[in-house]
């Protein structure tokens, strides 16, 4: 059995907090998974998708289990053996779920940086067996689990209700940006994203097919979901989070404290926010401090402007009227 050995990822005792602090929301825990993965490109099946997610999650489990993440290297296998029923396609589909795996093996994976000729390079998956080993080349192996270019989690719950494979893509892709609350990308970089096809190219029908049916099914299951706006071929994906009252505290403390800051820095007293701060949603935070600092920026370089303070608060109350 090939053995490597490799330090998983940058800063790995924080997201082992965070994987502490999910998994006990969570029955099957939450996956992280690096932001190459979550941009993996073309048209992958919800069979595929759940595949990648099982490996994904055995994968990190010895890292989840360290209480010394920053001690020595983790010593992984190349040969990775899961549990059949993992991979949530039920005892009597084990023909299917072998025509997934084998497909697996053939199938070119490409990340915006890296190209694998497939995700796997074997499996092994005896008749009657409770088990079965994913074969994975060490190369990919690393890239999985490399998290210096950045990361993100989501519900491994949620991940295997979704139904339709757009919408698990562009599940993960709002969990990326949760944080700061949407994102805006060209129409043509979402069909790269997701494989779409000829059939794709009227924006009409990424809303009727993509975007209609993802945003219905996400609300539906009401943990992270999004509204959209599609204007000129750029789409604009506004990002809503159930968030438990805990998440909700710490949000508003970590945007508090970043708000303090940046007023402090430009001479300007947190008073101005009196009014405002407190009317904010939670989910609405991390988009207000990104409007705050468009404002700064913006202040920094008018030297007409007789009370800086007044326009401030002005534009930041118009934009949360806005909401």
Same mark, same amino acid.
């Given at each position: 059995?090939?053995?490597?050995?490799?330090?998983?990822?940058?800063?790995?005792?924080?997201?082992?907090?965070?994987?502490?602090?999910?998994?006990?929301?969570?029955?099957?825990?939450?996956?992280?998974?690096?932001?190459?993965?979550?941009?993996?490109?073309?048209?992958?099946?919800?069979?595929?998708?759940?595949?990648?997610?099982?490996?994904?999650?055995?994968?990190?489990?010895?890292?989840?289990?360290?209480?010394?993440?920053?001690?020595?290297?983790?010593?992984?296998?190349?040969?990775?053996?899961?549990?059949?029923?993992?991979?949530?396609?039920?005892?009597?589909?084990?023909?299917?779920?072998?025509?997934?795996?084998?497909?697996?093996?053939?199938?070119?994976?490409?990340?915006?940086?890296?190209?694998?000729?497939? &995700?796997?390079?074997? =499996?092994?998956? +005896?008749?009657?067996?409770? %088990?079965?080993? #994913?074969?994975?080349? *060490?190369?990919? !192996?690393?890239?999985?689990?490399?998290?210096?270019?950045?990361?993100?989690?989501?519900?491994?719950?949620?991940?295997?209700?979704?139904?339709?494979?757009?919408?698990?893509?562009?599940?993960?892709?709002?969990?990326?940006?949760?944080?700061?609350?949407?994102?805006?990308?060209?129409?043509?970089?979402?069909?790269?994203?997701?494989? &779409?096809?000829?059939? =794709?190219?009227? +924006?009409?029908?990424?809303? %009727?097919?993509? #975007?209609?049916?993802? *945003?219905?099914? !996400?609300?539906?299951?009401?943990?992270?979901?999004?509204?959209?706006?599609?204007?000129?071929?750029?789409?604009?994906?506004?990002?809503?989070?159930?968030?438990?009252?805990?998440?909700?505290?710490?949000?508003?403390?970590?945007?508090?404290?970043?708000?303090?800051?940046?007023?402090?820095?430009?001479?300007?007293?947190?008073?101005? &926010?009196?009014?405002?701060?407190?009317?904010?949603?939670?989910?609405?935070?991390?988009?207000?401090?990104?409007?705050?600092?468009?404002?700064?920026?913006?202040?920094?370089?008018?030297?007409?402007?007789?009370?800086?303070?007044?326009?401030?608060?002005?534009?930041?109350?118009?934009?949360?009227?806005?909401?």
């Amino acid at each position: 059995m090939r053995q490597i050995r490799l330090f998983c990822v940058r800063n790995i005792g924080t997201h082992i907090q965070e994987f502490g602090r999910i998994e006990a929301q969570d029955s099957r825990g939450d996956i992280l998974q690096t932001n190459g993965v979550t941009n993996l490109q073309g048209d992958w099946t919800i069979s595929h998708l759940r595949v990648l997610i099982t490996l994904l999650s055995q994968l990190q489990r010895p890292i989840k289990n360290r209480l010394n993440p920053a001690s020595r290297p983790i010593e992984l296998s190349t040969d990775i053996t899961i549990p059949a029923k993992d991979f949530g396609m039920g005892p009597s589909n084990g023909m299917r779920l072998r025509e997934v795996l084998t497909e697996l093996t053939q199938k070119p994976v490409r990340f915006p940086d890296h190209h694998f000729k497939a &995700l796997l390079s074997g =499996y092994s998956y +005896p008749s009657r067996s409770a %088990t079965i080993t #994913l074969q994975l080349d *060490k190369s990919l !192996l690393a890239y999985l689990l490399d998290c210096s270019g950045g990361y993100t989690y989501y519900s491994a719950d949620i991940a295997f209700q979704i139904k339709r494979k757009h919408t698990l893509r562009l599940y993960w892709l709002i969990c990326s940006w949760r944080s700061r609350g949407g994102l805006t990308l060209p129409l043509d970089q979402l069909r790269t994203l997701l494989g &779409l096809g000829p059939a =794709y190219d009227r +924006p009409d029908n990424i809303v %009727t097919h993509v #975007l209609t049916p993802a *945003k219905a099914e !996400l609300e539906a299951l009401g943990h992270t979901w999004f509204d959209y706006r599609l204007a000129d071929d750029i789409l604009t994906l506004k990002i809503h989070y159930n968030m438990t009252e805990e998440e909700k505290q710490q949000l508003s403390r970590d945007a508090w404290d970043q708000c303090f800051k940046l007023l402090t820095a430009a001479g300007l007293s947190f008073r101005l &926010l009196d009014d405002i701060f407190p009317r904010i949603r939670p989910e609405d935070l991390p988009s207000f401090v990104q409007k705050l600092q468009s404002i700064l920026l913006n202040l920094s370089a008018r030297h007409d402007l007789r009370n800086p303070a007044a326009y401030l608060h002005k534009s930041l109350a118009s934009w949360l009227d806005s909401l």
